[in-house]
C-alpha cells in the first residue's frame, strides 16, 4: 500500500500563511495528478487544488489568489502554500495522488493534517 506522508499543517492567526507538505513514498511511480483536499466535520472532503503532471493547475474558487499548488517530481511530492489565511479556511487537509504502487494505478491519499486559523 502506497504511503503519503504529509507535514505542515498548525495553527495561525487570520492573515497569517502555512505551507503543506506531501511525500510519495518511494515505490510509488507514474504519477499523474496531484492535489489536496480538505474537510471539516460533517461536511464532504472538497478539492482545494490539483496540480497535472505537467503542471496545469486547478483552484477552488475559495482559495484563488491566495493559495498556490506545486510540485516536485523528482521528490514525488506536493506542495501548497496557504497565504491570507481565513478562519474559514480551518480544517483537515488532505492530499491525493494518481500513481502507480504495487503494479497497481490508484487514487491514494494521505493521513490529513489539521490547519486551524483563529479570527
Known amino acids: 500500500q502506497a504511503q503519503l506522508t504529509e507535514s505542515g499543517g498548525g495553527s495561525v492567526q487570520a492573515g497569517g500563511a502555512l505551507r503543506l507538505s506531501c511525500a510519495a513514498d518511494?515505490?510509488?511511480?507514474?504519477?499523474?495528478?496531484m492535489a489536496w483536499y480538505r474537510q471539516t466535520p460533517g461536511n464532504q472532503r472538497e478539492l482545494v487544488a490539483s496540480?497535472?503532471?505537467?503542471?496545469?493547475?486547478s483552484y477552488a474558487d475559495s482559495v484563488k489568489g491566495r493559495f498556490a499548488i506545486t510540485r516536485d517530481n523528482a521528490k514525488k511530492s506536493v506542495f501548497l502554500q496557504m497565504n491570507s489565511l481565513r478562519p474559514e479556511d480551518t480544517a483537515v487537509y488532505f492530499c491525493?495522488?494518481?500513481?502507480?504502487?504495487?503494479?497497481?494505478?490508484?487514487?491514494?491519499w494521505g493521513q490529513g493534517t489539521r490547519v486551524t486559523v483563529s479570527p
Open positions: 491525493n495522488v494518481d500513481g502507480i504502487s504495487g503494479f497497481r494505478r490508484g487514487s491514494y
Open positions: 496540480i497535472t503532471r505537467a503542471g496545469s493547475t
Open positions: 518511494g515505490a510509488m511511480h507514474s504519477i499523474d495528478t
